[in-house]
């Protein structure tokens, strides 16, 4: 039954043995992360050229028709390295859990959560980094963290009806005016040499995103001037102050763990892969990024985290609080017949509940145990996946990351829904970047998959 599903699988990472063997699980001391990329690339290229040579002509399997017809499931088309998804498991880091980053990663001092700092190192090496490591990522970060006057100026005269991921891809494109990778490319920069410029580029993208993001929080909800970036603080503790909630140590807390888990998902999400795919025309990071935000941006992708909050919210203000299950069946078998989806479940890959939804419940059963809003989720859990079982479409029952991140941020009092996927692509930022990063190490090509016409298929299988 529904009810007792919070369960891991035993399901073995995909990680192999020589893969740990390649990236140690601690990072050497005294080395910078562009330092310690540069020890690793030449491995990773030898290793490639090894895997392709003994591997590189082996079928990974058939193709059938209706993956063309059928957004591609399960089609084996991309290299990334960042993360693997199990569908039973949930997402891997380098192979390392949620719950295993939690406990590896660096923290603030005094914080229980992972520096997100920590996670990009984590995300790009394989390796867990030093305390001072990541404080040093902290530093540079904030170094970085100032965008250009007229990007400032972009935001400010956009109109506070314009959604607020359409004004961060505005903004973010916009960067793309001080790419070092574009004036390294138009200076005819080798191909060898190419993540260099990628690096600093992607740094400058993260750095920049907290003060894109308290802008247009500002300029769109009327929140007063944007306070400066502190030098002395980690990311998630700036990026809060920058929307005005740096004082609540649990919600800058809940900053570290929500773009730690939101950060990536593999490869083949909307928002992931198609910052590799522009990526891949050698589009600088800012470019492929600003892509990415625009498929982030979609109910089916990113923006289902706003979705759910306006679902729970029309619930209420119908049903009531402290509503009966009777209540809320009705409430979602209505949405359904309305030939609606239910916001935050669901998943194109996953096969259980997502472990970054869980991540998200445990934080909130120890600083928000008796919000409403958070027993309504417990109880909407406990409702939906037998009711989606029942209607029999949907693969997968059970919640994703989306069904739980609007609650948290709501109980601190960031209510302003329209904002909540803004917080998922900063944090979608640090895995998009770091794939970059490696594409142009390892000198990806352009993408350029197959298409066919329905007609074409039926004149190829015609006299078969
Ligand atoms: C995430 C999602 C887009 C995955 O899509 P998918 O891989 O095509 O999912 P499935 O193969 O299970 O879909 C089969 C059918 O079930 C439906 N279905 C899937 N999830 C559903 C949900 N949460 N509520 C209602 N119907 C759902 C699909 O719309 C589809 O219907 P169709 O045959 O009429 O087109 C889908 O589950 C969804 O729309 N979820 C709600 C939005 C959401 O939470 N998105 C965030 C994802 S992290």
């Known amino acids: 039954m529904a009810t007792s599903i919070l369960r891991t699988s035993r399901t073995k990472p995909v990680w192999s043995s020589l893969a740990r063997a390649r990236f140690s699980s601690t990072a050497p001391k005294n080395t910078t992360l562009k330092e310690r990329l540069a020890e690793l690339i030449p491995l990773e290229l030898e290793n490639v050229k090894r895997v392709r040579a003994e591997h590189g002509k082996k079928a990974f399997g058939p193709v059938i028709v209706d993956q063309l017809y059928g957004g591609m499931r399960g089609l084996p088309a991309l290299i990334w390295d960042g993360s693997v998804l199990d569908a039973d498991e949930g997402i891997r880091f380098r192979g390392k859990t949620i719950p295993e980053c939690q406990e590896l990663l660096p923290r603030a001092p005094g914080g229980a959560e992972p520096l997100p700092e920590g996670l990009f190192w984590l995300l790009l090496t394989g390796e867990i980094p030093t305390q001072e490591q990541v404080t040093e990522l902290s530093k540079d970060w904030a170094a970085r963290s100032a965008i250009p006057e007229f990007v400032e100026e972009i935001l400010d005269r956009c109109p506070p009806t314009l959604h607020p991921m359409s004004q961060f891809s505005l903004a973010v494109t916009a960067l793309n005016h001080n790419s070092a990778f574009a004036k390294a490319y138009q200076d005819g920069v080798s191909k060898k040499e190419y993540w260099g410029p990628t690096f600093e580029d992607s740094m400058d993208l993260i750095a920049k995103l907290p003060n894109i993001a308290g802008r247009i929080y500002r300029n769109v909800f009327g ?11 980690d990311y998630s503790h700036n990026l809060s102050t920058l929307l005005g909630f740096g004082d609540n140590a649990a919600f800058v807390e809940l900053m570290r763990l929500y773009i730690t888990i939101h950060s990536d998902h593999e490869g083949g999400n909307v928002s992931a892969h198609t910052g590799k795919l522009v990526g891949s025309a050698l589009s600088d990071p800012f470019l492929a990024f600003a892509a990415s935000l625009n498929g982030l941006a979609g109910p089916l992708h990113g923006l289902a985290n706003q979705e759910v909050l306006l679902w729970l919210s029309k619930m209420q203000a119908k049903i009531g609080e402290n509503a009966s299950d009777e209540a809320v069946k009705e409430y979602v078998w209505a949405t359904l017949k309305g030939g609606q989806v239910v916001p935050g479940y669901g998943h194109a890959v996953l096969r259980k509940t997502d472990p970054r939804y869980i991540a998200q419940r445990e934080f909130a059963l120890k600083h928000l145990p008796d919000d409403p809003m958070f027993k309504l989720v417990g109880q909407i859990y406990n409702i939906v996946p037998d009711i989606l079982l029942e209607a029999g479409k949907a693969k997968n029952p059970w ?64 006299n078969k």
């Open 223 to 233: 929140q007063g001037k944007l306070p400066a970036i502190d030098p002395g603080k």
């Open 399 to 462: 919640p994703n990351v989306d069904a739980h991140s609007g609650v948290l941020l709501t109980h601190y009092g960031l209510t302003q829904m329209q904002f909540y996927t803004v917080l998922f692509g900063v944090s979608r930022a640090f895995g998009v970047a770091a794939q970059l990063i490696w594409d142009r190490a390892l000198g990806a090509p352009l993408e350029r998959p197959k298409s066919y016409s329905t007609a074409a298929i039926e004149a190829m299988f015609k």
